[in-house]
């Protein structure tokens, strides 16, 4: 389809001469006589390119450059301006137009303006293109599952992106909770920011307050130069601060005072600097217990957690198992590569301590050492293909007497051994479970189930 251009210009043989010169090139040609009849044309014709006389009578052209601008920002437009008046010219290319070419002109100068003029248009397009495929890639293409604890997770993920609201992902080590924390970042209007991370577990305590907030040169030994900390880094984007239940107490309230009042302040610095940052945390740590033993400040949980992500464990999501294989196969090259029977059997039944993390390396070292494009049983780790570590069948847990059993006095015990393994977790009880917080509660409250007396 061939692009339109539209031209304005009061100048009737001016006009002609540019219209039969773009038509003779293979354009599509708009033409108006002013500025108020090319911004009515331009809402119907919806233009590539706009070329408009500089000098009109009515509306001049840098009145429609900056009607067409607000209208449609990606548009660009070309100025028609006589020789004299290039200064003008200049002006209205600083609000906002492509290019500009002066009277006289001739029609090899004009059609090489509009050429690179379309080329330009044509690249933003892709480059537009590219990101929204980046961005939709990153959703969740990397967060493999079709269970339905993933499906919640994917809805969270998706009203919760585009937000400014904090997030705290939970869940054990090797569920993917970074693969979370890039998706909120790519699907919000932050995507173009930075995505800084770091990890709170892996930095020494006395240098980590450096790495957050930075600090200024001489605060202390060893700082011979100003350094820039996380949170600058992370200007107008998102931080994701990894294994934040580890974060010393005695920086918690500096972090505190970093999202209440949006100000950090470097170490051994005077000047606060004002920041727009958006965050996100995660922790495989129980926090419910680290609020009871004072090691996490409850105000500062509460404002990482305004909106809580639980990652469920490999274990409590077996059918995603064959999904996971196929995906990270493919990741590394080898998309050809299948699993016999016997061997999805045993990787399904495994428990993935490791989780999501454990597969995946299982799987790069079964590519590796595999004989063919079907992996077998035999090639699996002996774990795995022995069936040590596997979850167990229900025949396992539940040996019940011939003569029968009360199934309230079953459901007692399952609840009190779960709070038992527990340490008398509520929170943690639950998830053993794999049942909300409120459904238990609700069954100890029925049964009277409670803490024994220390």
Not at 240 to 252: A, H, K, M, N
Not at 375 to 404: F, V, W
Not at 405 to 423: F, G
Request: aromatic fraction near 6%; hydrophobic fraction near 40%.
């Amino acid at each position: 389809m061939k692009p339109t251009i539209l031209i304005i210009d009061d100048d009737t043989s001016l006009r002609r001469v540019l219209e039969y010169n773009l038509q003779e090139a293979g354009y599509a040609v708009a033409t108006a006589t002013s500025g108020e009849e090319g911004l009515r044309l331009f809402g119907e014709v919806e233009p590539a390119l706009v070329i408009t006389d500089m000098k009109m009578p009515g509306m001049d052209g840098m009145q429609v450059l900056k009607s067409i601008k607000e209208r449609a920002p990606e548009t660009l437009v070309i100025m028609i301006t006589a020789f004299g008046t290039v200064d003008v010219a200049v002006e209205a290319m600083k609000a906002g137009a492509y290019d500009y070419i002066t009277k006289p002109f001739n029609r090899d100068e004009l059609r090489l303006t509009v050429a690179k003029a379309l080329q330009f248009t044509g690249l933003a397009a892709e480059n537009r293109r590219l990101k929204d495929e980046l961005s939709d890639r990153a959703d969740f293409r990397t967060i493999v599952g079709a269970s339905r604890q993933m499906e919640r997770v994917f809805q969270v993920v998706r009203k919760v992106a585009d937000t400014e609201a904090s997030v705290l992902i939970t869940g054990e080590s090797g569920t993917g909770k970074e693969l979370v924390a890039r998706s909120i970042h790519a699907n919000s209007s932050r995507r173009d920011a930075p995505f800084v991370a770091i990890n709170c577990a892996a930095i020494p305590r006395d240098l980590l307050e450096s790495e957050l907030f930075g600090h200024v040169k001489g605060a202390f030994t060893g700082a011979v130069k100003d350094k820039t900390g996380r949170f600058q880094l992370a200007d107008s984007g998102t931080l994701f601060l990894d294994e934040v239940g580890e974060l010393p107490v005695e920086l918690q309230p500096k972090l505190l005072r970093a999202l209440q009042e949006k100000v950090v302040e470097p170490v051994g610095g005077t000047k606060p600097y004002r920041l727009d940052v958006r965050l996100v945390a995660a922790t495989n740590l129980d926090m419910e217990k680290a609020l009871a033993d004072g090691s996490f400040r409850e105000d500062l949980y509460y404002r990482l957690s305004v909106i809580p992500i639980h990652l469920p464990p490999l274990r409590e999501r077996p059918e995603d198992i064959s999904l996971l294989l196929r995906h990270f196969c493919t990741k590394h090259g080898s998309a050809q590569v299948a699993f016999d029977k016997p061997a999805l059997a045993a990787l399904t039944a495994y428990a993935w301590p490791g989780n999501v993390r454990e597969l995946e390396n299982t799987v790069e070292r079964l590519l590796i050492m595999r004989n063919g494009d079907t992996i077998t049983l035999d090639e699996l780790p002996d774990k795995i293909r022995s069936g040590n570590g596997s979850m167990p069948g229900p025949s396992a847990i539940i040996n019940l007497p011939p003569e029968g059993y009360p199934l309230e006095q079953l459901e007692h015990e399952v609840v009190v051994q779960a709070l038992e393994r527990n340490q008398w977790n509520q929170a943690a009880a639950a998830r053993f479970l794999r049942i909300p917080r409120h459904t238990l509660i609700y069954r100890m409250d029925k049964y009277a189930i409670t803490p024994p007396e220390k």
